[in-house]
């Protein structure tokens, strides 16, 4: 099973600021690497996949990166909206496994 | 419009069964493999088990194999997902979602359903 590792595990912020929000991954899964935000009672929000692929209607802020073992989301410049909990998922192989999430606070 | 819509959680026993299902309509649904996705409280999301568009091929986690099946019923719409020997750590809410492609092994989720809560306890 491949683990995914995210860190850091909280980051606070302020709106207008660039994060930076790394996965890293227990063995190679080339380029297939997906990025969820979460909202509080709600179900995860696909933001990218396959590394740097925006999904519809994402914002341009959003931006994915890396392959192999080494994969960062930035978020360019901070809106209200944006603090939630970001998590990546690999797709690489079975089974899928999930990252244990970065919370971006103000 | 992409929705689905999942039922059948509740409260049940160590040990006991339950079957969730997940009505989907806004997409031809038998083109696209599917998965559950649970999420404990305060925790993140856990991949469950997937099924492939019609070809029927299914893969479980480690943590459920042997003790949940997924199915599919293409002329209902519906995704399934069987659950026997249930244990308090299966507590979590389940997510049925939708793959991000057709036709293929494209395992990201661009659609998810609001979820069904399923509590083990005595």
């Known amino acids: 099973e491949i683990v995914l590792t995210q860190s850091p595990a909280s980051l606070s912020l302020s709106p207008g600021e660039r994060a930076t929000l790394s996965c890293r991954a227990s063995?190679?899964?080339?380029?297939?690497l997906v990025w969820y935000q979460q909202k509080p009672g709600q179900a995860p929000r696909l933001l990218i996949y396959d590394s740097s692929t925006r999904a519809t209607g994402i914002p341009a802020r959003f931006s994915g990166s890396g392959s192999g073992t080494d994969f960062t989301l930035t978020i360019s410049s901070l809106e209200p909206e944006d603090f939630a909990v970001y998590y990546c998922q690999h797709r690489s192989s079975w089974p899928l496994t999930f990252g244990g999430g970065t919370r971006v606070e103000i | 419009e992409v929705q689905l819509l999942e039922s059948g959680g509740g409260l049940v026993q160590p040990g006991g069964s339950l079957r969730i299902t997940c009505a989907a309509s806004?997409?031809?649904?038998?083109?696209?493999?599917m998965s559950w996705v649970r999420q404990a409280p305060g925790k993140g999301p856990e991949w469950v088990s997937a099924?492939?568009?019609?070809?029927?091929?299914?893969y479980y986690a480690d943590s459920v194999k042997g003790r949940f099946t997924i199915s599919r019923d293409n002329s209902k719409n519906t995704l399934y997902l069987q659950m026997n020997g249930l244990r308090a750590e299966d507590t979590a809410v389940y997510y049925c979602?939708?793959?991000?492609?057709?036709?293929?092994?494209?395992?990201?989720?661009?659609?998810w359903g609001q979820g069904t809560l399923v509590t083990v306890s005595s």
């Open positions: 063995q190679s899964v080339k380029n297939y």
């Open positions: 099924i492939s568009d019609s070809r029927g091929s299914t």
């Open positions: 806004g997409f031809t649904f038998s083109n696209y493999a």
């Open positions: 979602a939708k793959t991000g492609r057709s036709f293929g092994d494209y395992h990201w989720f661009d659609f």
